[in-house]
């Protein structure tokens, strides 16, 4: 059963609801600041990265309902990741594809545990989050890529991030079977919707000290 809708600014899966504001620069384990402006989108501002090399990751295909769905909620240019290419589609190319079974919306998860443990272990991290004034993490991210691909990482029971080279890009190591692994990168610009999370800080002498837990900071709240 299909248990997604796309809107404009955002992505509701299962009723949880995910950013699309500035998602072509932004990447799992990406931190900054949320802004919400009066007019526009609410989006992050993306200020740094924490490391999450050897961070597992969990994936699922999302289905799309399609009904009530026009090219226009995708927007007039989506970007997809097709066997290796960073590819600009229209928004009704977008949709055909999907709907085809030649492209598929793919979630990318970290664990909120593994999240806040590498946030914690770097002090830098901990130092940035604490001078923001609306701080926030990218805990996940959807994005449009090859159904050929989508179902390689759906079905690996290994799947790990890998320190990425640029902005905004992702590096998964891959396990294929008990003697194959394959890397795959995502480019700069390849996300099309990511989740926020929101650090609850464990104080100390009446100041931020650690990230006690991480609370989930759907759009529109």
Not at 16 to 37: C, H, M, Q
Not at 85 to 108: E, P, R
Not at 193 to 209: E, N, S
């Amino acid at each position: 059963m299909a248990n997604t809708k796309v809107a404009e600014n955002r992505v509701t899966v299962n009723g949880i609801k995910y950013y699309r504001g500035n998602a072509l620069a932004v990447s799992i384990g990406d931190y900054g600041e949320k802004d919400t402006p009066v007019f526009g989108q609410n989006y992050l501002q993306v200020k740094s990265r924490i490391n999450l090399n050897g961070v597992k990751v969990t994936s699922k295909p999302v289905s799309i309902d399609f009904s009530g769905t026009s090219s226009a909620d995708f927007g007039a240019n989506v970007t997809a990741w097709i066997k290796g290419v960073k590819t600009t589609l229209t928004g009704s190319q977008a949709i055909s594809k999907i709907q085809s079974g030649a492209l598929a919306l793919l979630m990318l998860q970290t664990r909120i545990n593994d999240l806040k443990k590498a946030a914690n272990e770097s002090s830098r991290v901990l130092n940035n989050l604490k001078d923001y004034k609306s701080e926030r993490i990218v805990s996940e991210v959807l994005m449009v890529i090859d159904a050929e691909t989508s179902t390689t990482i759906t079905n690996s029971t290994d799947v790990k991030l890998t320190g990425a080279k640029a902005s905004a890009e992702l590096n998964l190591s891959v396990k294929i079977d008990s003697t194959k692994t394959t890397n795959v990168t995502f480019h700069p610009g390849t996300c099309f919707a990511y989740m926020l999370v929101k650090p609850k800080w464990k104080m100390k002498f009446l100041k931020k000290d650690s990230i006690e837990d991480l609370d989930m900071d759907q759009w529109g709240t």
